[in-house]
T-cell receptor, first 108, second 114 residues
Framework: GESVGLHLPTLSVQEGDNSIINCAYSNSASDYFIWYKQESGKGPQFIIDIRSNMDKRQGQRVTVLLNKTVKHLSLQIAATQPGDSAVYFC???????FGAGTRLTVKP | DSGVTQTPKHLITATGQRVTLRCSPRSGDLSVYWYQQSLDQGLQFLIQYYNGEERAKGNILERFSAQQFPDLHSELNLSSLELGDSALYFC?????????????FGAGTRLSVL
């Protein structure tokens, strides 16, 4: 079957730098994607979503980019803060599997 | 606060036992999802209910079962527990049944099987 996957299991950045978290998907029929953030000891929280008719969507300090040609999503976090430290998951509408996620650690 | 309530927060039990985890979805949400998360692992989708009916099934073991009641709360029953069942169990809810729905997660139930 096809699944959502992540390129990097861990990412460490300096406070104030920008972070980029990547996600690969293989189901070409997927047309809706969501990013979730899971802080330690908590359940995942919705961050931002994007539909396949868009290449880019911006939120507050976060931007999601979608490249349908290579089936790739990225989540960009601007001016990363310690509170951004968490595990980030991407999800697609044609797969209930979340993948292992990427653990983002922000160094002060 | 997501609006999804899970009880209990923690559960410690022995192998071979049976437990029930409870989830109350956000007001107005008709779908409930159950996930299992082992240490440093991703979220494993178990099962989804929509308005009382089973809608989708993931890698849920035969020893596990779930249901959604008329008031839309859901219960996940885990029986003949094994050490490997120790994990965080999350419930999520969404308004609709389709996959294009943002899921709102509860804080989870941490199950420890000794």
């Amino acid at each position: 079957g096809e699944s959502v996957g992540l390129h990097l299991p861990t990412l460490s950045v300096q406070e104030g730098d920008n972070s980029i978290i990547n996600c690969a998907y293989s189901n070409s029929a997927s047309d809706y994607f969501i990013w979730y953030k899971q802080e330690s000891g908590k359940g995942p929280q919705f961050i931002i979503d994007i539909r396949s008719n868009m290449d880019k969507r911006q939120g507050q300090r976060v931007t999601v980019l979608l490249n349908k040609t290579v089936k790739h999503l990225s989540l960009q976090i601007a001016a990363t803060q310690p509170g951004d430290s968490a595990v980030y998951f991407c999800a697609e509408n044609n797969d209930m599997r979340f993948g292992a996620g990427t653990r983002l650690t922000v160094k002060p | 606060d997501s609006g999804v309530t899970q009880t209990p927060k923690h559960l410690i039990t022995a192998t071979g036992q049976r437990v029930t985890l409870r989830c109350s979805p956000r007001s107005g949400d008709l779908s409930v999802y159950w996930y299992q998360q082992s240490l440093d692992q991703g979220l494993q989708f178990l099962i989804q209910y929509y308005n009382g009916e089973e809608r989708a099934k993931g890698n849920i073991l035969e020893r596990f079962s779930a249901q959604q009641f008329p008031d839309l709360h859901s219960e996940l029953n885990l029986s003949s527990l094994e050490l490997g069942d120790s994990a965080l169990y999350f419930c999520a809810s969404s308004v609709g049944s389709g996959a294009k729905n943002i899921q709102y997660f509860g804080a989870g139930t941490r199950l420890s099987v000794l």
